[in-house]
């Protein structure tokens, strides 16, 4: 199995909605990462976790709130979105315990909209 | 600090014809240099990785790099260019910076349009 799967595929919420995305791989991986994509962008890194620690958190608003829960999963928590952060929400994970060997297993996504 | 520049945003070829997308580096010691693709509503896909092994990097689907260190660059190319190589295609730079935040950075992107 050497997928990275996320759910929803599509999202749409308000700006007072609570909503969250989730990925899931079972290869083994012990680096996660969450991406945000905007269109006709390359991908911006958001968060790392490493051995399901927080690793890097790159400035994001508090408004996204991400969460390992082991090291199958993981979730990106969504309060308070504005319109400027409907963008495709990309995970991967890595086979390794940091980002050093560069080579990311995408999801395909979950694009957001938020209205 | 690590930089990618990829010198095209968009290109268009002919189907059967050779694919060269263009990417030039900058680092100040041996870097990490990917090419990843992704179609369209789609994740990336990892093509080919250089790691200071072979400087002629085979990837998936006949795409092949060279790593040319005198000239900076880590051009992506195929010879015959197939209707499914229509994607967006991102040259990445590993940034080993030695420390416990090591990140990819990706190049601006370029759409590969392939015409019948």
């Known amino acids: 199995d050497t997928e990275v799967t996320q759910t929803p595929k599509h999202l749409v919420m308000g700006m007072t909605n609570k909503k969250s995305l989730k990925c899931e791989q079972h290869m083994g991986h012990r680096a996660m990462y969450w991406y945000k994509q905007k269109a006709k962008k390359p991908p911006e890194l958001m968060f790392v976790y490493s051995y399901e620690k927080l690793s890097i958190n790159e400035s994001v608003p508090s408004r996204f709130s991400p969460e390992c829960p082991n090291s199958s999963l993981l979730n990106l928590h969504l309060h308070a979105l504005q319109p400027e952060d409907s963008a495709l929400y990309l995970c991967a994970s890595s086979p390794k315990g940091q980002i050093g060997s560069g080579e990311l297993f995408f999801g395909e996504g979950s694009r957001l909209t938020v209205l | 600090a690590q930089s990618v520049t990829q010198l095209d945003s968009h290109v268009s070829v002919s189907e059967g014809t050779p694919v060269l997308l263009r990417c030039n580096y900058s680092?100040?010691?041996?870097?990490?240099l990917f090419w990843y693709v992704q179609h369209p509503n789609k994740g990336l896909q990892l093509l080919l990785k250089?790691?200071?092994?072979?400087?002629l990097v085979k990837g998936i689907n006949g795409f092949e790099a060279e790593f040319k260190k005198s000239e900076t660059s880590f051009h992506l190319t195929k010879p015959s260019a197939h209707m499914s190589d229509a994607a967006e295609y991102f040259c990445v730079v590993s940034d080993l910076d030695g420390g416990a935040t090591n990140k990819l950075i990706f190049g601006t992107g370029t759409l590969l349009a392939v015409q019948p």
């Open positions: 680092s100040s010691y041996s870097p990490s």
């Open positions: 250089y790691t200071s092994a072979a400087t």
